[in-house]
């Protein structure tokens, strides 16, 4: 396998799609402080209390994401495999594109392993504040 410009044109775009991702995840956790947090007006004792409300995840919820998880990370499992066995098998060590997707889907393998642990043994829990 040979370092060409389809790995440089294929890190770039992985790398702008991930800054998109993360503005657009910025943009949301910024409109929901918005709402829940709501400025202070002049009055504020017209606003009232705040009320809290929760929610818990469906068990059908939880289990298509335990088994969509289980069945990615088996995928993911193999490409950590092929691709370590490919960087082994070269002579001169490996190429750089394919240790540095390797280090990336191991942070990625983890962080699904993580996920998976936490919705088989965790309690995820939808908390809304209101003010009326």
């Known amino acids: 396998m040979t370092f060409d410009l389809s790995h440089v044109l294929v890190a770039i775009f992985a790398a702008a799609l991930g800054a998109w991702w993360a503005r657009k995840r ?35 919820g939880r289990i298509f994401s335990v088994i969509f998880t289980l069945i990615w990370l088996t995928g993911w499992s193999f ?6 066995r490919e960087i082994l098998s070269e002579p001169n060590g490996g190429q750089l594109f394919l240790i540095m997707w390797l280090i990336a889907a191991i942070i990625a393998w983890f962080s699904a392993v993580r996920f998976l642990i936490r919705h088989l043994f965790g309690k995820d ?6 003010w009326h």
């Open 26 to 60: 910025q943009r949301r956790i910024e409109q929901r402080d918005r709402l829940a947090f709501p400025p202070q007006q002049a009055n504020s004792a017209a606003v009232g209390p705040a009320r809290e409300a929760e929610a818990e995840m469906g068990t059908l």
């Open 79 to 84: 490409g950590i495999f092929v691709a370590a």
């Open 125 to 130: 829990v939808l908390r809304a504040r209101f």
